[in-house]
């Protein structure tokens, strides 16, 4: 496994690097501390893993970046509050350590990231459900000519966050297969011929209907 490390705070991320290098199942550990490096490391070579401290600055932007090209991102530190885990998750983290977490549970949400799991309690199990139900919600019941049923809609929303077939099943608890004739589904009502079609058009119509802001 290659790991990359993001801290902004060298003191705390060195000992945690060193003693992870002493792991038989971890092949590499780099480090970064701002998006910048972890741009570079990208760059450089594949990454199974990237574990970001959840204190630093940077935090959203580093798993954003980490999200778009596909890097699993695990959040280090973490307060388990349910504003800072919904963040977290949109932004692209696939799982996290709290605050009071020790190396053994590390390892354990290593193993569940390999086998993209998203291990949480049931507090935030429910509370990620509520938040995919008001996201769905924010698009249009039907889009002309092509009405959609409430789980296309909400497999909808989902590939407008660029999830692949496999996580929109995962997310949704629902076989692969599934998935994937809901994706053919959406793309048959929608008169498109991509995912990537489908998404920008559920984005146009969402703020199309989003009402205008207002001035301070």
């Known amino acids: ?16 690097a060193d003693k992870l290098r002493h792991e038989s199942r971890i092949a590499a550990v780099d480090t970064a501390c701002d998006p910048a490096q972890v741009a570079r490391r990208i760059a450089a070579g594949p990454l ?41 998750v949109e932004a692209g983290v696939r ?10 549970d590390l390892a354990s949400v290593l193993d569940h990231v390999t086998r993209d799991e998203l291990l949480c309690p049931p507090r935030i199990a429910a509370a990620l459900g509520r938040r995919l139900a008001a996201l769905a919600a924010r698009l249009p019941p039907a889009l002309p000519s092509a009405p959609l ?4 809609l909400e497999v909808l929303t ?13 997310v949704l608890s629902i076989e692969i297969r599934t998935a994937k004739n809901h994706v053919h589904n959406i793309l048959d009502k929608l008169g498109v011929s991509s995912r990537g079609e489908a998404a920008a058009l559920a984005r146009q119509v969402a703020g199309a209907a989003a009402p205008p802001s207002r001035a301070a």
């Open 95 to 104: 799982g996290y350590l709290p605050k009071d977490g020790s190396f053994e």
């Open 149 to 152: 049923t409430p789980r296309e």
């Open 48 to 88: 199974d893993v990237a574990l970001v401290n959840a204190a630093m600055a940077e935090l959203l932007p580093v798993v954003r970046l980490l999200a778009a090209h596909r890097v699993p991102a695990v959040a280090l530190g973490v307060t388990e509050s349910e504003p800072e885990i919904l963040a977290l």
């Open 158 to 170: 989902l590939l407008t966050r660029g999830l692949s077939n496999k996580e929109v099943a995962r």
């Open 1 to 16: 496994m290659r790991l990359l490390l993001v801290d902004d705070a060298r003191l705390y991320a060195e000992p945690l």
